[in-house]
């Protein structure tokens, strides 16, 4: 089966979720964030119809897919108006690296709970003055007996005060060497030392975002992802906690660009179905190429986009780090561009209705522009390909 064509379970599953997002729609979630609430009604069916966990394993409650049968959820409720952004980082990140390497007990404590949505868990590794450069955090922990207490300060969390545990990123010293080794921790958000502080955003979402403090939470042997020294310092000449994040941060851009172009096919839709309808001389404003066209374009752009998030998807469930990761990178990167693109024309096509709230359309161009920020930025990718794909030389 090629990485670009879809099964007939992956096509039953788009419509499903499909159906699921036309119940509950855009109206659905612009009310409950002008409700200052979360949309618990759509995550909860969602759960209990088994989407959130579909990429997690059959044994602890999961669907037994990937992270291509997840993306397909996201992009459909996406396109349906209704995305869940906590998707990207409960079941994809948190969920895909307790999968792979968390002890038996923290996969029997966390997965059935991720997998139905009756557990939330957050991702924890921007750091102010990190940026996109992983190797500068500074969030550190320390062995106190057979504690471990973790210091550090992270921002841009999503969700923390919905969830049941962050996964946060630090680093460890090795014992043999002394240099920083990153590791992975389970933080429960009510443990002492653990401060949280809303970040006021512009942007209009049902996830508030947070800066977290975290001053000397001790945290039991248990908490760290893998359950082992042998874990925290590397082992076999392979880095386990750097190997960790990486298998959380591939789904991570996979979960995005599906995130980008189900926003980019919901702008599209409503543009479409405007031109379709709105006359203002003799035909349909799309009828007229200068309409026709950048939707047309808009279209290809999303579809293309939608083509590599499918072959980064498949490399990821294949178990091909290396290929998925540039892959990733290059899908959220073309997803992000599409759903600019798509979401800006839609607007545009609309005219002043798109600046209105009765179309809701002038709210997805800030959520719009994040796709291209987050979770690395678009230079950074280029970044990446430039070094990685290219083989060009860095000037950092």
């Known amino acids: 089966m090629s990485a670009t064509l879809e099964t007939d379970e992956h096509k039953a599953l788009r419509a499903a979720v499909a159906a699921l997002g036309r119940r509950y729609g855009r109206e659905y979630l612009t009310r409950t964030v002008a409700e200052g609430r979360r949309p618990v009604e759509l995550w909860a069916e969602a759960g209990k119809l088994g989407y959130l966990g579909v990429n997690l394993p059959e044994e602890y409650g999961g669907g037994g897919g990937g992270i291509t049968e997840l993306a397909i959820v996201l992009e459909e409720l996406g396109a349906a108006g209704c995305p869940l952004m906590m998707l990207v980082v409960s079941p994809a990140i948190c969920g895909t690296v307790i999968a792979r390497f968390g002890t038996e007990e923290q996969k029997r ?183 026709a066209h950048p939707l047309a374009q808009a279209h290809i752009d999303l579809e293309l986009a939608r083509l590599m998030m499918q072959k980064a998807a498949h490399l990821y469930d294949a178990g091909d780090d290396v290929g998925a990761g540039e892959a990733a990178n290059m899908a959220k990167y073309a997803a992000g561009e599409a759903c600019v693109r798509a979401v800006d024309q839609a607007v545009h096509t609309l005219g002043g209705n798109g600046l209105t709230r009765e179309f809701g359309l002038a709210s997805l161009t800030t959520a719009a522009r994040v796709t291209r920020i987050a979770p690395v930025s678009r230079e950074m990718i280029l970044n990446y390909v430039s070094h990685q794909s290219l083989g060009l030389p860095k000037s950092y």
């Open 109 to 291: 404590t966390w997965l059935p709970g991720l997998a139905d949505g009756t557990r939330i868990m957050a991702f924890g590794i921007t750091e102010p003055d990190a940026g996109s450069n992983s190797h500068r955090i500074t969030t550190t922990a320390r062995r106190d007996g057979a504690d471990w207490l973790l210091t550090g300060r992270k921002v841009f969390i999503s969700g923390v005060d919905t969830a049941d545990a962050v996964l946060i990123v630090g680093r460890t010293e090795d014992a043999r060497t002394g240099r920083l080794k990153p590791c992975l921790f389970i933080v429960p958000p009510d443990a002492e030392g653990f401060q949280r502080r809303p970040i006021e955003m512009e942007l209009s979402a049902a996830e508030k975002q947070f800066e977290l403090v975290l001053d000397d939470v001790r945290l039991p042997a248990d908490a760290l992802v893998g359950g082992g020294p042998s874990h925290a310092f590397g082992s076999g000449g392979e880095d386990a906690g750097l190997l960790q994040l990486f298998a959380g941060l591939n789904p991570e851009r996979v979960m995005t660009a599906a995130f980008a172009i189900g926003m980019g096919r919901h702008a599209l839709t409503r543009a479409v179905e405007y031109a379709r309808e709105r006359t203002v001389w003799k035909t349909p404003i799309g009828a007229h190429q200068a309409i």
